[in-house]
């Protein structure tokens, strides 16, 4: 079985608050390393009164003083926010404090509004060759520095941090594959392209210094639970969440709910349904299916887990769930 990471926006629920789901995530990290997780990574998300990931690398460096060994990572930063060389320097220093553990994933979406991206960038100017310059610049503040080099990243400079390129479209996956870098869908909210995107990074991937041959990886929704009801039942957080957001009232993550079918009119359930199209919900034996159809389907060479579940145990048991399966999947293969 491929690897399996995990995705965590720090959600905070309904009758909680930013201290308390940014501990939340704490706890999560460490259950997740102790299960076999692969990496941990955090999104950057603005004014977003469900998200306390907002400052992306402080939240990971609180995760990462109570961890060990599973490597964290952002999933990503909002490049057009920041400089690179602040965000070098930051993940620098994330590197120097933790060594061999760091990944960077790299976004061109603002992680917000309009209204916040305005208030985060001053202006809203720019041109499509950004991006790809952002990168380039922000990786050679990585390299070791040189004799007489007059700007340098410090920590940074020399330090080993992965970079990675994230995607909603075939933009990113044509810039990870002229780049040589690895590659990050987010197929587990915006699933729309995520075939043409997996083929357009393969056929077009450049091997480079970073990377010998393409890796994908792809998120996707799941939420494991002893029973495919109460999974169901789990799941309606994220729905309500997603509905709310889409409908312009984003607010914390909305308490399960009996009688979601019963909220949804054919436009909202039109609307999760292409959305949310790559979800894995259910008890063992559905998420077992699931996960094996996704795979062989996708040809995925990494899958970033995501669980929007408002009670913390249930979110904890959803990913013990799935490793136990995945375990037992590597086994059988």
């Avoid at 040189?146 to 044509?174: E, F, K, M, R």
């Avoid at 309606?236 to 957001?245: A, E, I, R, W």
Wanted: aromatic share 6%.
């Amino acid at each position: 079985m491929i690897p399996l990471s995990i995705l965590d926006l720090s959600p905070i629920p309904e009758g909680a608050d930013a201290g308390q789901a940014l501990r939340n995530s704490a706890d999560l990290a460490r259950h997740a390393e102790a299960l076999g997780y692969r990496r941990y990574w955090m999104a950057e998300h603005h004014n977003m009164p469900g998200i306390a990931s907002a400052a992306t690398a402080v939240a990971l460096a609180h995760v990462a003083a109570g961890t060990s060994t599973i490597r964290i990572g952002a999933g990503g930063i909002m490049l057009p926010n920041h400089a690179p060389l602040m965000v070098a320097e930051q993940f620098g220093t994330l590197a120097a404090l933790h060594p061999g553990r760091v990944d960077l994933g790299l976004g061109r979406a603002p992680g917000s509004d309009q209204v916040a991206a305005r208030a985060m960038r001053r202006n809203l100017g720019g041109d499509v060759d950004d991006f790809p310059r952002d990168v380039m610049e922000l990786m050679r503040y990585f390299e070791p520095a040189q004799p007489g080099q007059q700007l340098q990243a410090v920590p940074g400079a020399g330090l080993d941090v992965p970079v990675w390129i994230l995607g909603s479209s075939t933009y990113g996956a044509q810039l990870a594959a002229a780049l040589g870098l690895p590659y990050a869908f987010a197929s587990h909210f915006a699933p729309t392209q995520m075939m043409e995107a997996m083929e357009t990074y393969r056929a077009g991937f450049r091997p480079s210094a970073r990377l010998a041959a393409p890796h994908a990886m792809l998120g996707v929704n799941v939420i494991a639970a002893d029973t495919d009801a109460e999974a169901r039942r789990l799941f309606t957080s994220h729905q309500q969440s997603f509905l709310n957001l889409r409908r312009g009232r984003p607010g914390k993550l909305p308490r399960p709910v009996d009688d979601m079918e019963a909220r949804m009119d054919p436009h909202g359930r039109a609307m999760l349904e292409h959305s949310l199209a790559c979800s894995i919900v259910g008890g063992p034996e559905t998420v077992r299916r699931g996960l094996a159809d996704f795979v062989k389907a996708t040809g995925a060479d990494e899958l970033m887990v995501t669980g929007q579940i408002h009670d913390h145990a249930a979110r904890k048991r959803s990913y013990e769930i799935l490793a136990g399966l995945h375990a037992e999947m590597a086994l059988a293969a």
